[in-house]
């Protein structure tokens, strides 16, 4: 096992999230807030010291980065940014606690969006941009290392993800994330930059318009108000942002294909068709439940509410666009055991949604068919396909310990929260959220809970193991927890 080459890494990771932390600093010098301007300067500085630290240091003692390495980065990665990132937050003064702070930070980097924060309509501009940032370079190191870390290790059934982007086989690990970088990075940027220019278009503030193409592209949920989307009172901002958390659903190679000519990606990754059909079939159920529901809504509010729940729910964004003071059940137009059901299945493999993801559950599905043909046919041979992709045997058992582990964490952790004080339908409610990483649809779901910021130290910390559990795929964390890693 060779830590060099995983602090080496770690490293360069702090070193990127200390330049970023310049960007608030410069916006907190705008508005004429020195404390905050030094408060970013200084936690850049700090980060950015330790960071060069371990990169220099390691430089030439990193060993082979192998299998080993990867699922320790994979994990430590999210844990120490976290910190850094939490950094300037605590020092600002705002969190009580400066678990609050890392809450915070480690909420936004695993684009979980579940807030501590409270009074956001009020807040330092400099602070709202720190938190979008976190999220959006979360969704964007998600998708670096499924593309090219996580899928190279097979985790969880990752072989049934196809990507357009050219897999660098013959490289290390490190080269190959940083491929994968350099590659996505500017399709990222352009995807947020032309979901800030609709935003805006569509009536928001240029600041307000970035903060939420950062938030809806990386599937994050962070808002610059406390009354969330249902501030703006805009449906075309709704509209906009319906199309950017979709656009944060799918497999990010593809966006590369595209804007590198090869539109042919859309027609051929079968991830964009089981969105596509997991859409429909959600606009089939709020027009239904619109026609028949009788909650006393008018029937184009009714969809238009549920409808952006529903899209915000399956890509695990969190957002809502629910009027502050409303029954939120009712003004979601939504089951709170379908906003459930969205939150788990989650979008497309190589995106930066949380949840099981719908490649996996297709799978499940096409296994469950397989079984029951086998009843009526018992010598028959049933190939098992994903569009052109055969599925092999242990891919599927890779996926169903993917399932297996999935459900016992969440088990796991509703029972965690429900010892530390949590009623039973809110301890169901924030383990699934959390894990998820779709953490502001709590309140969706049980309109009754306490925010975040009410809840205890202990509970707060189990959230954040969930969050973490969520977004490092749940076998490669067991695996760093199991002796037999360490001993090969």
Not at 59 to 71: D, M, N, P, Q, V
Not at 182 to 187: E, H, I, K, S, Y
């Amino acid at each position: 096992m060779s830590f060099t080459s995983v602090i080496h890494c770690l490293g360069w990771s702090i070193v990127l999230l200390a330049a970023l932390m310049l960007l608030p600093a410069m916006t907190a010098i705008f508005e004429g807030n020195t404390h905050l301007a030094w408060t970013f300067a200084a936690s850049s500085v700090l980060s950015g010291f330790f960071g060069a630290g371990f990169a220099l240091s390691t430089w030439r003692t990193s060993a082979e980065f192998g299998k080993r390495e990867a699922f320790m980065f994979l994990v430590l990665v999210w844990i120490v940014l976290a910190f850094f990132g939490a950094l300037p937050l605590h020092f600002s003064g705002i969190p009580r606690h400066p678990l609050d702070a890392y809450f915070e930070a480690i909420s936004g980097l695993t684009t979980t969006g579940a807030t501590v924060f409270v009074g956001l309509d009020a807040m330092s501009p400099a602070i709202l941009l720190w938190r979008a940032l976190l999220q959006w370079s979360g969704g964007l190191l998600s998708i670096v290392l499924a593309v090219s870390l996580i899928s190279h290790l097979g985790i969880g059934g990752m072989a049934v993800f196809h990507s357009a982007l050219p897999r660098g086989e013959g490289g290390s690990l490190p080269a190959r994330m940083l491929q994968s970088a350099q590659d996505l990075f500017w399709v990222y940027v352009v995807l947020t930059l032309l979901g800030a220019v609709a935003l805006w278009a569509g009536g928001m503030s240029a600041f307000d318009g970035l903060c939420h193409a950062f938030a809806g592209i990386s599937t994050g949920g962070f808002s610059t108000r406390d009354g969330g989307i249902a501030s703006f009172r805009a449906p075309l901002v709704e509209l906009v942002l319906m199309g950017v958390m979709l656009l944060g659903a799918l497999n990010f190679t593809v966006h590369w294909a595209a804007l590198n000519g090869h539109f042919r990606a859309f027609r051929e990754n079968i991830g964009i068709y089981y969105l596509g059909l997991a859409l429909a079939a959600l606009t089939l159920i709020v027009l239904t439940m619109g026609a028949f529901g009788g909650s006393g809504q008018d029937f184009v509010s009714m969809f238009r509410v549920g409808m952006f729940t529903a899209v915000s729910a399956l890509t695990t964004t969190g957002f809502t666009n629910s009027p502050a003071g409303e029954d939120v059940a009712m003004m979601t137009a939504l089951p709170p055991i379908l906003i459930i059901g969205l939150v788990l299945a989650g979008g497309t493999l190589a995106s930066t949604t949380g949840g099981i993801r719908l490649n996996r559950i297709a799978v499940l599905f096409k296994q469950a068919q397989r079984e029951l043909l086998r009843l009526a046919y018992p010598h028959g041979v049933r190939v098992l396909r994903m569009g052109n992709m055969r599925i092999e045997n242990n891919i599927i058992w890779s996926v169903w310990s993917f399932f297996f582990v999935f459900v016992l964490a969440l088990a796991a952790l509703a029972l965690t929260l429900a010892s530390l004080g949590l009623d039973p339908e809110t301890a169901i409610a924030a383990a699934t959220v959390s894990v998820a990483n779709a953490g502001p649809l709590l309140h969706a779901i049980v309109p009754g809970a306490p925010g975040y910021d009410e809840m205890s130290q202990g509970v707060k910390t189990a959230l954040i193991v969930g969050m973490l559990a969520g977004r490092v795929e749940l076998l490669a964390l067991l695996s760093l927890l199991n002796p037999a890693f360490w001993s090969r």
